[in-house]
């Protein structure tokens, strides 16, 4: 490729502290938000804001593999919630005693309350048969679309939204319901809406499903085997 052109390059650097602590906080108090949604629609405007944190997410060969079906309709979301509630069942029968009842236990009820839900794709082919970057792992198309979908989760964190990805479902259901091609997957379903409340730490953690581990015992240096000197 030949040199960049100076006037296609911005000035690089820190951002103010107060702009950095306003990204932290929205990174720390990110939460999976499950049931505590108003019934409130969202405004159209801060809905493309929340799309356009997420469409201008890194992708692989630039290739922007996602797209993002905005399902209000209350009737679509309930048939949505049906689907899930079969798989839901599926999954509970996974886990056993007191395990199975606390899963249960978990309020899962976003698909009907949040007054917004959006599907989230990945199509593969967008880029053509041969995409730079995902030359060696086919799976870099899917990873770029969690980028889209982590910044738009952090964009409505800053906004006052909440979201919940729910992810149990049978692809093909999800895909006959909302007429996606056969091609295209399935990332996940978001619940979007406002919210008043937020759990202060991650509600596995609150609930005891799952502790957040400790960053030490996840950092290695150089190789698998060594640990940081800090």
């Not at 490729?1 to 006037?7: A, F, L, N, W």
């Not at 000035?11 to 999976?32: H, K, L, V």
């Not at 007191?98 to 599907?119: F, S």
């Not at 093909?172 to 399935?186: F, G, T």
Request: hydrophobic share 40%; with cysteine.
């Amino acid at each position: 490729m030949p040199d960049e052109p100076m006037d296609h390059m911005v000035r690089a650097g820190a951002f103010s502290a107060e702009e950095r602590a306003a990204i932290y906080r929205a990174i720390e108090t990110r939460r999976d938000v499950r049931d505590q949604f108003l019934p409130d629609p969202l405004p159209d405007d801060l809905v493309w804001r929340l799309l356009s944190a997420a469409h201008h997410a890194p992708s692989v060969g630039f290739m922007q593999p996602w797209n993002f079906i905005l399902v209000r309709d209350a009737e679509r979301r309930e048939e949505v919630w049906r689907a899930f509630s079969r798989a839901n069942e599926e999954a509970a029968g996974m886990f056993s005693g007191k395990r199975r009842d606390d899963y249960r236990a978990l309020k899962l009820e976003g698909i009907r309350k949040a007054p917004l839900g959006i599907c989230v794709t990945c199509d593969p082919t967008r880029g053509g048969p041969v995409v730079l970057g995902r030359t060696h792992n086919f799976s870099m198309d899917r990873y770029s679309t969690v980028c889209a979908i982590q910044n738009l989760w952090l964009a409505a964190r800053a906004e006052g939204v909440g979201v919940g990805w729910v992810s149990i479902f049978h692809e093909d259901e999800l895909k006959r319901i909302l007429a996606i091609p056969e091609h295209v997957e399935v990332i996940g379903w978001f619940c979007l809406g406002y919210v008043d409340t937020l759990y202060g730490e991650p509600e596995l953690a609150v609930k005891g499903w799952r502790q957040r581990l400790p960053l030490e015992d996840l950092v290695f240096s150089e190789t698998w085997q060594e640990r940081p000197a800090v």
